[in-house]
């Protein structure tokens, strides 16, 4: 080990007169060796003592938000949400012009009402026939019972059933046809039938339901404006639970799985952080170039992978704001580098 001149003089005056220089170059060299050790021993106490806690990963909170957007076209006649308002799947929030719809429907339910008008009455128009039929079975009988007296000849007996037969065959005829009249004007309404389902459903759209429970974030248009079918009319998300996307490093991926819980911290005020715990939902299977936003443990990565915790919200998370999952240091770490240590300078 090199010693410095100005280390000798030092120590020249603080050594005993007859110290050789040979002895004095020894002494400091050892000194100097002694110190290093207490400054890396000391560096390793302080490690111990401050037993914490590393970011393992850091990002943003972000949430589902779903874009409301109109399904008619028309004026926006009532629009009652607010940013900042808690609403509920289901709830009715507005109401868009729907008078033209109503008419045209109105409209296509006439039509198809004086085209199935036309559709025959079956059992009125083969009315008659049956009763003609009926007369004829009961003249049968009669006959037929005069005839086993012999009272009168068979032939009668014989015209009489031949009659029945006659009529029944005509009542048949009559009612295929009547009902082939019937189903083809039934064909030729369906097409009406479905423009009114149509026109229907375009009217049910005209009214403005919230699909999902949530909390409004910002809101796009007002009454009295026009809209079109797409436009986006507000925006909301379910805030009840938040999602923290974060970045780590390939070397990281191997100690976080789905369905993990681990803890997120965020800034409460300046000094204090608030922790909250959160499940890990997904872990991307393709590695990206990092967020010029993103900040990870490893600066020198080029490429890492998103994942997602889902945390239960209180009210303080926010969309944006930062939060970090921390990893646990840990004894053993700083103890087992401890031993090393000891036992390489001093012995077991």
Do not use: H
């Not at 149509?198 to 949530?214: A, C, F, H, M, Y």
């Not at 944006?320 to 103890?335: A, F, N, P, W």
């Amino acid at each position: 080990m090199k010693v410095n001149t100005k280390f000798i003089k030092i120590y020249q005056t603080i050594l005993p007169m007859n110290t050789t220089k040979l002895q004095l170059r020894t002494k400091i060299s050892i000194l100097m060796g002694w110190g290093g050790l207490l400054i890396i021993f000391s560096l390793l106490f302080v490690s111990c003592k401050t037993n914490g806690t590393d970011v393992f990963a850091s990002g943003y909170f972000e949430a589902v938000e779903t874009i409301v957007s109109a399904q008619a076209n028309g004026q926006i006649l009532s629009l009652e949400v607010q940013e900042g308002q808690e609403l509920t799947a289901g709830d009715y929030v507005g109401q868009i012009d729907s008078t033209q719809i109503y008419l045209s429907l109105l409209q296509v339910r006439s039509q198809r009402g004086a085209v199935l008008s036309r559709k025959p009455d079956i059992s009125t128009q083969t009315a008659s026939l049956r009763e003609q039929i009926a007369v004829a079975k009961r003249e049968l009988a009669r006959v037929e019972k005069l005839a086993k007296g012999n009272a009168i000849p068979q032939k009668q007996v014989d015209d009489a059933r031949a009659q029945v037969t006659v009529l029944q065959k005509q009542l048949n005829a009559v009612e295929n046809q009547l009902s082939s009249s019937s189903q083809s004007i039934s064909k030729e309404s369906n097409p009406l039938a479905y423009q009114a389902e149509v026109l229907e459903d375009q009217l049910r759209k005209t009214r403005i339901i919230n699909p999902v429970s949530g909390t409004v974030l910002t809101k796009f248009a007002e009454a009295n404006e026009m809209t079109g079918i797409g436009r986006p009319l507000y925006k909301i998300a379910d805030l009840s639970e938040i999602i923290l996307r974060v970045y780590v490093t390939n070397s990281q991926l191997g100690v976080i799985k789905l369905g993990q819980t681990v803890k997120v911290s965020v800034d409460k005020n300046e000094t204090e952080q608030a922790e909250y715990t959160g499940t890990i939902e997904w872990i991307s299977d393709k590695a990206e170039f990092t967020p010029k936003t993103i900040q990870t443990k490893d600066e020198r990565a080029n490429q890492v992978y998103a994942v997602k915790i889902r945390v239960k919200n209180d009210g303080m998370l926010k969309i944006g704001m930062y939060g970090e999952i921390k990893e646990s240091r840990g004894k053993e770490q700083t103890v087992s580098k401890w031993q090393e240590l000891k036992n390489k300078y001093f012995g077991k």
